[in-house]
């Protein structure tokens, strides 16, 4: 994707999430097509670096779960299921809890592949103390919880 196309579609997401976020007038509806919009344009500007991808599915979570938390959850929509949202999370995530500690508690000396990999995985975790409350008691909120716990010691 070219460079202009790419921030086009930066200030179509900015846009259409600062209505979904500030236009607090308008109906509940109203802000979730923006919130979906949003999204939309964060989905289609795929990067090439795993900088970008991450960013891009950071963000994805961040909305969605300000949308479950503030407009409500739809689910008959997976993008504001918060259970969806718990499943996709987990898909993203490449190291174990326990693993992700390990590594952690020598990061310093790691590689600095390693470490981009443990500040992904805390990046990509940044949501769950919204979301997990949103969650009925199971396999899937035990391991986000652990999760949480997990994030606290990732660099």
């Known amino acids: 994707m070219a460079a202009d196309d ?4 930066e200030a179509v997401r900015v846009v259409a999430q600062q209505h979904a976020y500030g ?3 308008q109906p509940r509806e109203v802000r979730r097509q923006w919130a979906a919009l949003s999204l939309l344009a964060n989905r289609r500007m ?4 795993s900088g ?19 407009l ?10 918060p259970e969806r949202l718990a499943v996709d999370t987990l898909a993203t995530l490449s190291l174990a809890p326990s693993e992700a500690e390990t590594l952690a508690a ?11 990999e443990l500040r992904r995985h805390k990046n990509l975790t ?4 919204d979301l997990v409350g949103y969650l009925q008691p199971g396999p899937i909120r035990s391991q986000l919880l652990r999760w949480i716990e997990t994030r606290g010691s990732l660099p």
């Open 52 to 70: 970008d991808s991450t960013r891009e599915v950071t963000q994805d979570f961040m909305l969605r779960t300000w949308v479950i938390r503030h």
């Open 6 to 9: 790419r921030r086009q579609l």
């Open 23 to 25: 236009y607090s007038d």
């Open 72 to 81: 409500g959850r739809d689910d008959t929509d997976p993008d504001w299921s």
């Open 106 to 116: 020598d990061w310093r000396g790691l590689p600095t592949e390693r470490i981009r």
């Open 46 to 49: 795929h990067g090439d670096g």
């Open 126 to 129: 940044a949501h769950l103390d």
